[in-house]
């Protein structure tokens, strides 16, 4: 599938394409009533470290791709007022319930 896609047609759930980690990775918006906007950043992002100085890993298989869904994600972010939720980073999972518990 290339570009995004509405899984439901009503901005719920969106896939986003933020190629760059491999030609069509894909992040994943989710809208959620009572928390407001998540983007899963995939590997998009892996660590807190990468979002925050813009770091590229030597394993990305584009890094202007990399640095451009970067850019993306950091216009969703603001144009949705979403919270990044990066995949990979310990500290920041640490912090997130997990099941049971869940997000409204």
């Known amino acids: 599938m290339a570009g995004d896609h509405d899984v439901f047609g009503d901005g719920s759930v969106t896939i986003l394409s933020t190629p760059g980690h491999t030609p069509g990775?894909?992040?994943?918006?989710?809208?959620?009533?009572?928390?407001?906007?998540?983007?899963?950043?995939?590997?998009?992002?892996?660590?807190?470290?990468?979002?925050?100085?813009?770091?590229?890993?030597?394993?990305n298989a584009n890094r202007e791709q990399s640095l451009a869904s970067l850019d993306r994600i950091a216009r969703v972010l603001e144009e949705r007022k979403a919270q990044l939720w990066i995949n990979h980073d310990k500290l920041q999972s640490e912090g997130l319930r997990h099941a049971p518990a869940y997000y409204e």
């Open 25 to 59: 990775h894909q992040s994943l918006l989710v809208r959620l009533p009572r928390t407001g906007a998540l983007l899963l950043s995939g590997d998009a992002v892996h660590f807190q470290d990468n979002w925050t100085h813009k770091r590229v890993p030597s394993m």
